[in-house]
C-alpha cells in the first residue's frame, strides 16, 4: 500500500429532519445542545458510525459494537490477546494491532487490559472534531405509551409513558484532518484515506434506528482539501474557515439546507474536491 504522502482536512455538511442526532444519556436522551442551543454530535459517535461503515466495507475493526461483533469475542481485551498473542516489544505489539485493525491505525487505541502484561498506547493521524450545527436547533419531544404486555399475566397500562425527543431540522458540520507524520507511524496509507473518504461519503448506510429513521439524516457534501506536502502549507483550522454556510436573508426557522448559502474559498496549491453524499 502507498504510503499517505500529504496532509489532508476534511468537512462534512449533514442535515438532520425529525432526528434525535446523538441523545445524551444524562439528559433523558435528549438531543445534545450547547448553551447557545446549537446541536452538537459527539465525536465518539461519529468515530462509531466510521468504523461501522469500515465494518461493511469488509475491514478488520477492533473497537466492534456489541451487535455487531463478527469474530466471536465478547471483549476488547479478548480480541486482543487472542489476536495479536505475546510479543516482546511494545513496538511490536503497536504494530501488530496497527497491521491487523483499521481503526486502529486510523483513531490510534489504547491497549491497557489485565490479560496483557503491556499497556500501549497507539496515537493514530485522523483527528475528528465534535460536530455543532450552523444554527440553534429546535427540539420537540412527544409521549409515548405502552400498548402490550411485557410479562406474562402484567396488565397492560396505557398510562405507562415514555417520551421520545428529535430535532425539527439542523445542518452540522463535521471537521477533521489526517496528519501525514502520525498515518507513517500506525501504517495509515492512501488506500486507508479513500476508505475514510468514502465512510464519511456514506456515514448513514445501516445506521437507521427508531430515533433516527432512515432518511432522517443525510451527508450532503464532503470537503476534502489536500495539501501539496505532508507537514501542511496551511493549519487545519484556516482550511476550515474556507467553507461558509450562512443563513439566507429574511429565513429566522431554517428548515433545510436551502435555506442556507454555502460557498468555499481558495488557497493557492491547496486543491479541493467537492463531493455529494449518498
Known amino acids: 500500500m502507498a504510503a499517505l504522502q500529504n496532509k489532508i482536512d476534511f468537512i462534512v455538511l449533514v442535515s438532520a429532519s425529525m432526528a434525535n442526532v446523538n441523545g445524551d444519556p444524562l439528559n433523558g436522551n435528549r438531543p445534545r445542545?450547547?448553551?447557545?442551543?446549537?446541536?452538537?454530535?459527539?465525536?465518539v459517535c461519529i468515530k462509531r458510525k466510521i468504523r461501522n461503515r469500515m465494518q461493511d466495507m469488509g475491514n478488520k475493526i477492533f473497537v466492534q459494537s456489541d451487535d455487531r461483533a463478527e469474530d466471536g469475542f465478547t471483549?476488547?481485551?479478548?480480541?486482543?490477546?487472542?489476536?495479536?498473542?505475546?510479543?516482546?516489544?511494545?513496538?511490536?505489539?503497536?504494530?501488530?494491532?496497527?497491521?491487523?485493525?483499521?481503526?486502529?491505525r486510523t483513531f490510534g487505541q489504547v491497549f491497557a487490559f489485565k490479560s496483557d502484561s503491556v499497556s500501549v498506547g497507539v496515537r493514530g493521524p485522523v483527528s475528528i472534531h465534535q460536530a455543532v450545527s450552523i444554527s440553534p436547533v429546535e427540539i420537540q419531544s412527544i409521549q409515548i405509551t405502552k400498548s402490550v404486555n411485557g410479562e406474562p399475566g402484567e396488565k397492560k397500562a396505557s398510562d405507562t409513558m415514555g417520551m421520545k425527543h428529535f430535532v425539527r431540522f439542523g445542518l452540522y458540520k463535521i471537521k477533521g484532518a489526517i496528519n501525514v507524520q502520525l498515518a507513517d507511524k500506525t501504517g495509515f496509507s492512501e488506500e486507508d484515506a479513500e476508505v475514510v473518504k468514502?465512510?464519511?461519503?456514506?456515514?448513514?448506510?445501516?445506521?437507521?434506528?427508531?430515533?433516527?429513521?432512515?432518511?432522517?439524516?443525510?451527508?450532503?457534501?464532503?470537503?476534502w482539501w489536500k495539501h501539496n506536502c505532508k507537514d501542511g502549507q496551511?493549519?487545519?483550522?484556516?482550511?476550515?474557515?474556507?467553507?461558509k454556510v450562512?443563513?439566507?436573508?429574511?429565513v429566522i426557522e431554517p428548515s433545510s439546507a436551502n435555506d442556507y448559502t454555502i460557498t468555499v474559498d481558495e488557497l493557492p496549491d491547496l486543491s479541493l474536491e467537492v463531493i455529494d453524499g449518498i
Open 234 to 243: 496551511y493549519s487545519s483550522a484556516k482550511v476550515h474557515s474556507l467553507l
Open 198 to 223: 468514502e465512510c464519511l461519503r456514506t456515514l448513514f448506510i445501516n445506521d437507521a434506528s427508531s430515533a433516527r429513521p432512515d432518511g432522517s439524516m443525510e451527508v450532503l457534501k464532503l470537503y
Open 246 to 250: 450562512e443563513l439566507n436573508d429574511g
Open 33 to 43: 445542545t450547547d448553551y447557545n442551543g446549537l446541536g452538537e454530535m459527539s465525536d
Open 75 to 104: 471483549s476488547l481485551s479478548e480480541r486482543a490477546s487472542k489476536t495479536i498473542g505475546k510479543v516482546k516489544t511494545k513496538k511490536e505489539y503497536t504494530s501488530k494491532a496497527c497491521e491487523e485493525w483499521l481503526d486502529v
